[in-house]
């Protein structure tokens, strides 16, 4: 069903790449032709690093002309991370058919599927992003030091590869980082913020090098906040008025900035003079911001339609089996990760604030729904977890006050699971 439906698109889907995905490209190609991390000189540090690399090392195993071979590529990467993923859920939940339903649910899945096309961040964010929930996952389940390792990178390759990660790895990182002091194992948080250190070390220092300043991931920040107040009004310190105009501040960024870095920091200030002369409209704009995301099908980075997802005569039947996200949908999914994290385990709701986290993180800079796309498949299948952790406790507790002992009980789940031993013979 997962590459059943994504081969089906790909075969009736034709683009090429453009605007930040042509971006993408270019510096894949420049790494595979070259070994140089940018296409154009003055914006070196403009574009996450992390889908160039992917892309070129794609490339040195099946030429640059073969983009069947990235999307297979990803999409390979979204199933095996799904697929850990969902085997977690499972464990935690004692219901073993959640893995198969959750690599079902993200198959079915209308922005993953819509997504596994293009040379784009969202595509792999998704994957990245079951890849380190599971990370945690696991870290918690087997407590060892090579899980911690793992969640490290992972969390630093997420961000690399969609910045705006960076929130809910940081969640992440935290809890993991509470609950290992508190059961004295700072050994596996030495592991962690070790490997961190040696994943993410290259990268800065590559920017240290160019700009003889820490820039952590990218200078594009500012420049897509400023984006999405293109036309506002901004009185500038000398006291003139402007309207802020964001194709003429990059046009003319080469001419008066050394480097990007710099012209960076200078759009970083227009956007702190922003926020403190327009702060009731920055709390409008975030609500409505929210409401866009979670309703609108706007995808400006596309030239095939988002919705409906084939666009061929006779599919109706088809668009309608997609599963897709609606205002009710989303909320209704983040209320079962709530309950899953009270039936099942707590984890569930450090999940859900690491995915908010970096929903809120996306949308306080980029207002486009696209940005959310890759969390999209994650917070909906909450309903599913809700309805399985729901009827894991009530199975467990029919055989519990049947008689039945608990390790029988959880002969339905995964019985020698490190995250639930079972008891003894006999123990109530």
């Given at each position: 069903?997962?590459?059943?439906?994504?081969?089906?698109?790909?075969?009736?889907?034709?683009?090429?790449?453009?605007?930040?995905?042509?971006?993408?490209?270019?510096?894949?190609?420049?790494?595979?032709?070259?070994?140089?991390?940018?296409?154009?000189?003055?914006?070196?540090?403009?574009?996450?690093?992390?889908?160039?690399?992917?892309?070129?090392?794609?490339?040195?195993?099946?030429?640059?002309?073969?983009?069947?071979?990235?999307?297979?590529?990803?999409?390979?990467?979204?199933?095996?991370?799904?697929?850990?993923?969902?085997?977690?859920?499972?464990?935690?939940?004692?219901?073993?058919?959640?893995?198969?339903?959750?690599?079902?649910?993200v198959g079915l899945s209308a922005p993953s599927i819509f997504w596994s096309y293009k040379v784009s961040t969202e595509?792999?964010?998704?994957?990245?992003?079951?890849?380190?929930?599971?990370?945690?996952?696991?870290?918690?389940?087997?407590?060892?030091?090579?899980?911690?390792?793992?969640?490290?990178?992972?969390?630093?390759?997420?961000?690399?590869?969609?910045?705006?990660?960076?929130?809910?790895?940081?969640?992440?990182?935290?809890?993991?980082?509470?609950?290992?002091?508190?059961?004295?194992?700072?050994?596996?948080?030495?592991?962690?913020?070790?490997?961190?250190?040696?994943?993410?070390?290259?990268?800065?220092?590559?920017?240290?090098?160019?700009?003889?300043?820490?820039?952590?991931?990218?200078?594009?920040?500012?420049?897509?906040?400023?984006?999405?107040?293109?036309?506002?009004?901004?009185?500038?310190?000398?006291?003139?008025?402007?309207?802020?105009?964001?194709?003429?501040?990059?046009?003319?960024?080469?001419?008066?900035?050394?480097?990007?870095?710099?012209?960076?920091?200078?759009?970083?200030?227009?956007?702190?003079?922003?926020?403190?002369?327009?702060?009731?409209?920055?709390?409008?704009?975030?609500?409505?911001?929210?409401?866009?995301?979670?309703?609108?099908?706007?995808?400006?980075?596309?030239?095939?339609?988002?919705?409906?997802?084939?666009?061929?005569?006779?599919?109706?039947?088809?668009?309608?089996?997609?599963?897709?996200?609606?205002?009710?949908?989303?909320?209704?999914?983040?209320?079962?990760?709530?309950?899953?994290?009270?039936?099942?385990?707590?984890?569930?709701?450090?999940?859900?604030?690491?995915?908010?986290?970096?929903?809120?993180?996306?949308?306080?800079?980029?207002?486009?729904?696209?940005?959310?796309?890759?969390?999209?498949?994650?917070?909906?299948?909450?309903?599913?977890?809700?309805?399985?952790?729901?009827?894991?406790?009530?199975?467990?507790?029919?055989?519990?006050?049947?008689?039945?002992?608990?390790?029988?009980?959880?002969?339905?789940?995964?019985?020698?699971?490190?995250?639930?031993?079972?008891?003894?013979?006999?123990?109530?």
């Amino acid at each position: 069903m997962f590459w059943t439906a994504r081969f089906y698109y790909w075969s009736v889907t034709s683009e090429a790449p453009f605007a930040d995905m042509r971006g993408y490209e270019d510096i894949a190609r420049s790494l595979y032709y070259d070994f140089r991390t940018y296409s154009d000189p003055f914006w070196r540090t403009y574009w996450p690093p992390g889908v160039p690399f992917l892309r070129a090392g794609v490339m040195a195993l099946f030429g640059p002309e073969n983009r069947f071979a990235w999307r297979v590529f990803v999409a390979l990467l979204s199933c095996v991370a799904a697929s850990a993923f969902g085997r977690e859920i499972a464990l935690r939940l004692r219901i073993r058919c959640t893995a198969p339903v959750f690599v079902a649910f993200v198959g079915l899945s209308a922005p993953s599927i819509f997504w596994s096309y293009k040379v784009s961040t969202e595509s792999v964010a998704e994957a990245c992003l079951y890849g380190v929930l599971a990370c945690f996952l696991v870290s918690q389940r087997t407590r060892s030091k090579a899980s911690a390792i793992c969640l490290g990178a992972g969390g630093v390759i997420a961000m690399l590869c969609r910045p705006n990660l960076a929130i809910g790895v940081a969640v992440l990182w935290a809890t993991f980082v509470g609950i290992s002091i508190r059961r004295g194992e700072g050994s596996r948080v030495f592991a962690l913020v070790l490997t961190v250190i040696v994943c993410w070390a290259p990268w800065v220092t590559r920017n240290y090098v160019f700009y003889q300043r820490i820039v952590p991931l990218t200078t594009q920040a500012p420049f897509s906040f400023l984006s999405n107040v293109n036309g506002s009004q901004l009185r500038l310190e000398d006291g003139r008025t402007v309207l802020l105009d964001l194709d003429e501040l990059q046009h003319a960024a080469p001419s008066l900035h050394a480097n990007d870095a710099e012209a960076s920091r200078a759009a970083a200030s227009l956007v702190r003079s922003w926020l403190r002369q327009h702060p009731a409209d920055y709390a409008n704009e975030l609500v409505q911001r929210l409401w866009h995301a979670v309703e609108s099908f706007d995808i400006r980075m596309t030239k095939v339609p988002r919705r409906p997802l084939i666009a061929c005569a006779g599919s109706q039947w088809l668009n309608a089996a997609w599963i897709d996200k609606s205002p009710r949908f989303l909320l209704a999914g983040c209320v079962g990760w709530v309950l899953a994290g009270a039936l099942a385990s707590p984890l569930f709701w450090v999940l859900l604030c690491a995915v908010i986290g970096s929903c809120g993180a996306a949308l306080c800079f980029v207002g486009l729904p696209r940005m959310i796309e890759p969390m999209v498949p994650v917070l909906t299948f909450g309903v599913v977890s809700g309805a399985f952790a729901l009827v894991s406790r009530v199975a467990h507790a029919r055989a519990r006050f049947g008689g039945r002992s608990s390790s029988h009980a959880s002969d339905r789940g995964y019985a020698n699971s490190r995250d639930f031993p079972a008891r003894r013979p006999g123990a109530t």
